[in-house]
């Protein structure tokens, strides 16, 4: 009886010890697993496009053509090179999104100078776009190339379309 009564508790002992490496090893896969949720994700690097563009007097930006890489990082910036007042001669850069027509973009800008030739009702039509700027002044802003395609780009001061636009090309 000594033997059967030491046999069960020697089973009793084996029978835990067994159990407990088990749960043993099921903690270390939770927390491996929990360890490789938790571990941070490297960011995507994208590729950092600068690019400047200037205004003048002559109603003119310096470039009608800006390309970049589909999903690139682009920081822009606008100088406003001429000498004229704000009032006057003030220019901005604005970036349309694909299939908005320019002039009719252009025509409903006339009627925002409270808010910088851009039209609020309209701000679905704008992927990105810098402040009216004065003689002197500057501005950089950043985005992310939207998708491959050509979009249109222009100067919505009143009338400056005509002459201040042109491609932006996302390749």
Request: contains cysteine; hydrophobic residues 35%.
């Amino acid at each position: 009886m000594k033997l059967t009564y030491l046999s069960a508790i020697a089973a009793t002992l084996m029978l835990a010890s067994c159990v407990s490496n088990q749960d043993k090893k099921d903690d270390n896969k939770e927390a491996e697993t929990t360890q490789q949720q938790e571990a941070p994700q490297e960011p995507e690097k994208k590729e950092v496009v600068e690019l400047t563009i200037t205004a003048n007097d002559q109603m003119q930006f310096d470039k009608k053509t800006l390309e970049v890489k589909a999903g690139s990082h682009v920081k822009l910036t606008l100088k406003n090179i001429g000498e004229m007042p704000k009032e006057s001669m003030g220019h901005n850069w604005t970036l349309l999104e694909n299939g908005v027509d320019l002039v009719q973009y252009a025509t409903a800008a006339m009627n925002a100078k409270d808010n910088d030739y851009q039209p609020a009702d309209r701000y679905a039509d704008v992927i990105t776009k810098t402040k009216l700027l004065g003689p002197g002044e500057s501005e950089t802003i950043e985005f992310d190339a939207p998708a491959a395609g050509t979009y249109k780009f222009l100067c919505t001061f009143p009338g400056h379309y005509g002459t201040m636009q042109g491609d932006f090309i996302v390749k």
